[in-house]
């Protein structure tokens, strides 16, 4: 079985533009999840995806988008973006439980470095 | 949120077993213990999770004491290639998610020749 996959591995815009990232999750899982990862914050939560639907939410601007497709793929957007937007983002899959609970495993791919200078 | 606290930094040799303890002491009645691995430029990859008592997989073992207030993820004979941060998360995944999935800095274990 495949894994998750993000592209493009690495990217770098400049600030003020805007940015696109997709994930393709592990085929029969429904729920996406992304993550950002810097040295300084560790990985941290940006928000999960469950049949099309935002499910949750972590604490980012609104600059941080997300939307999810009838194929479960994924993509995040960030819009003006900033010096401190520069990190590895992150996209995990799993099964994501119906009745509201998420599986506690999760599948990571290996991530888009995005640089911003 | 249960907050966790584990060592920073862990060195052992080959072969060697190694144990990393994760102290939860604030964890909830419905928190599962949580643990992955993370290797440089890599996304996270799961491990073992557990409740209670031992949790045994091929890869690890995972040993929560009655009180829940700790938790302990047994190596068996590492080698170099376990070199990675590990992560201990707590929580209940039907409350809370994204809270959850705050990494932290993690244990990094460096496995000697």
């Known amino acids: 079985k495949a894994g998750v996959t993000q592209t493009p591995r690495y990217l770098i815009k400049t600030r003020g533009q805007q940015v696109t990232l997709s994930c393709s999750p592990i085929?029969?899982?429904?729920?996406v999840s992304w993550y950002q990862q810097t040295p300084g914050q560790g990985l941290q939560f940006l928000f999960e995806y469950f049949s099309e639907t935002q499910r949750n939410k972590g604490n980012f601007p609104g600059r941080f988008s997300g939307r999810q497709f009838s194929n479960s793929r994924s993509e995040m957007n960030v819009s003006t973006l900033e010096l401190g937007d520069s990190a590895l983002y992150l996209c995990?899959?799993?099964?994501?439980?119906?009745?509201?609970?998420?599986?506690?495993?999760?599948?990571f791919g290996p991530g888009t470095r995005l640089t911003v200078t | 949120l249960a907050k966790t606290t584990q060592p920073v930094s862990m060195d052992s040799y080959e072969g060697q077993e190694v144990n990393i303890t994760c102290s939860h002491n604030n964890i909830a009645t419905n928190d599962y213990i949580t643990w992955y691995q993370q290797f440089p430029s890599q996304g996270p990859r799961f491990i073992i999770q557990?409740?209670?008592t031992k949790v045994t997989n091929e890869v690890a073992s995972l040993f929560i004491p009655a009180d829940r207030k700790s938790s302990t993820l047994s190596l068996p004979r590492v080698s170099l290639s376990d070199t990675a941060v590990y992560y201990c998360l707590v929580g209940d995944m039907a409350r809370n998610y994204g809270q959850n999935f705050v990494f932290g800095p993690g244990t990094r274990l460096s496995v000697l020749p």
């Open positions: 995990a899959s799993s099964l994501g439980l119906a009745g509201g609970r998420s599986s506690y495993e999760q599948y």
């Open positions: 557990g409740y209670k």
């Open positions: 085929s029969g899982h429904r729920s």
